[in-house]
């Protein structure tokens, strides 16, 4: 992971509104974890199908730009089943704020 890698998974509008909403899951996905059993818990996660619906994109687009975020450190990734779900990876997100607030 580098900033630069981290600014490339930013500079799209759709990717930037995804890591908004997954900042606060709860308001954006109601319907989260649907899918799980009621024992499994995930915290934070998404459903890349939630996140489709809500982006209203192709699955294969949505996808690749989970797959960006989560190359570049942004999200993390958890399967369970067929299900893949995504939440922020804070600590990176914090680290690239650090990097903001020191080095530019």
């Not at 818990?41 to 619906?53: F, L, T, Y």
Request: glycine share 4%.
């Amino acid at each position: 992971m580098t900033e630069i890698d981290m600014f490339k998974a930013l500079s799209n509008r759709t990717r930037l509104q995804i890591l908004q909403w997954l900042k606060e899951p709860e308001q954006h996905f109601p319907k989260q974890q649907a899918h799980l059993p009621k024992e499994v818990s995930i915290k934070g996660g998404v459903c890349v199908g939630d996140i489709q619906d809500k982006v209203n994109l192709s699955q294969s687009t949505v996808s690749h730009y989970l797959s960006m975020m989560q190359k570049a450190g942004l999200l993390e990734a958890v399967r369970y089943g067929q299900w893949t779900y995504y939440r922020r990876n804070e600590d990176n997100i914090k680290q690239l704020a650090r990097f903001l607030d020191q080095e530019i």
